[in-house]
Nanobody, 120 residues
Framework: QVQVVESGGGLVQAGGSLRLSCTAS????????MGWYRQAPGKQRELVATITSGGSTNYAESVKGRFTISRDNGKNTVYLQMNSLKPEDTAVYYC??????????????WGQGTQVTVSS
């Protein structure tokens, strides 16, 4: 059994900052890539940023220069530092983890999401 849990969402004014955290726990052998995605009302879920176990990162163009993804492999945790937030960043933010469990099965697990609201 694997769980992925996000935290750190909330309400912030435009120009402000938030830091999201996401931890994977349970029957985990190793974690490959971890990532953040978001879904705004009426829109499809979109990639925000991903990071590999080796630290290689990938960002959506809309967040480059404002958001930073990082991870602590020892804690199975990924972070998303969001600066200079804009109202269009308002969405539910989801974390995922591509991992191998103790039974050697590879799969991608998703968290339940955390709401980020940016007021203008």
């Amino acid at each position: 059994q694997v769980q992925v849990v996000e935290s750190g969402g909330g309400l912030v004014q435009a120009g402000g900052s938030l830091r999201l955290s996401c931890t994977a726990s349970g029957s985990i052998r190793s974690i490959n890539a971890m990532g953040w995605y978001r879904q705004a009302p009426g829109k499809q879920r979109e990639l925000v940023a991903t990071i590999t176990s080796g630290g290689s990162t990938n960002y959506a163009e809309s967040v480059k220069g404002r958001f930073t993804i990082s991870r602590d492999n020892g804690k199975n945790t990924v972070y998303l530092q969001m600066n200079s937030l804009k109202p269009e960043d308002t969405a539910v933010y989801y974390c995922n983890a591509n991992l191998v469990d103790r039974m050697w099965r590879r799969d991608t697990y998703w968290g339940q999401g955390t709401q980020v609201t940016v007021s203008s």
